[in-house]
């Protein structure tokens, strides 16, 4: 596709469950960027991939939270056992190359809600 | 430790008044770029300019323009003659400029509600 693209776009659960949200990259981009953004607050960075590398997980608020990047594509954020302050607009971005200055490109986000 | 201030939380102006948005930010890197981004309503954000920190050149794109002063640590965005679509949430943003590594900080957020 032309951007980035997450799914599901809308995901409620229940307190307790787990749940996956995806991110699929602009085709060709090496880094990939989860963020969470809760109501009225900015971008809180979660996890980063940059090629091969083992991935920057310094932002991850727990153990419950992980992420995965399958074949330097797509990715997965998994959040276990999932509380009620984890409900937030997870947000995926991707950027071609790895210095400093490379443009993020955002995908449209998933809006987590849980009850 | 990177930041990034946006101090003004919201903004409300009329239509067709400018309006500028200010940013600073704090890096102990002598290289560094700096960004900003626009997240309408709709929630995508929108990349809106880069600045890399040797370029201090203020930058105008139509309504929009960029004041960079490093003396100040500032990188603030005016919008000229503001419009209701230029409603939306600004970020700043700061990235250092080491290769094979990008972490980028994002300031709060400035909402700016034009009003018509």
Known sequence: GA??????????????KDVELRCDPISGHTALYWYRQSLGQGLEFLIYFQGNSAP???????????AERTGGSVSTLTIQRTQQEDS???????????????????????????L | AQKVTQAQTEISVVEKEDVTLDCVYETRDTTYYL???????????VFLIRRNSFDE????????????????SSFNFTITASQVV???????????????????????GTKLQVIP
Request: overall charge positive.
């Open chain 2, 86 to 108: 230029d409603s939306a949430v600004y970020f700043c943003a700061l990235s250092e400029a080491r290769r094979g590594y990008q972490k980028v900080t994002f300031g709060i």
């Open chain 2, 57 to 72: 050149q203020n930058e105008i794109s139509g309504r929009y323009s960029w004041n960079f002063q490093k003396s100040t």
């Open chain 1, 88 to 114: 937030a607009v997870y947000l995926c971005a991707s950027s071609l190359g790895s210095s400093g200055g490379a443009v993020q490109f955002f995908g449209p986000g998933t809006r987590l809600t849980v």
């Open chain 2, 35 to 45: 960004f900003w981004y626009k997240q309408p309503p709709s929630g995508e954000l």
């Open chain 1, 56 to 66: 920057d997980k310094s932002g991850l608020p727990s153990d419950r939270f992980s």
């Open chain 1, 3 to 16: 951007g980035v693209s997450q799914s599901p776009s809308n995901k409620v659960t229940e307190k307790g």
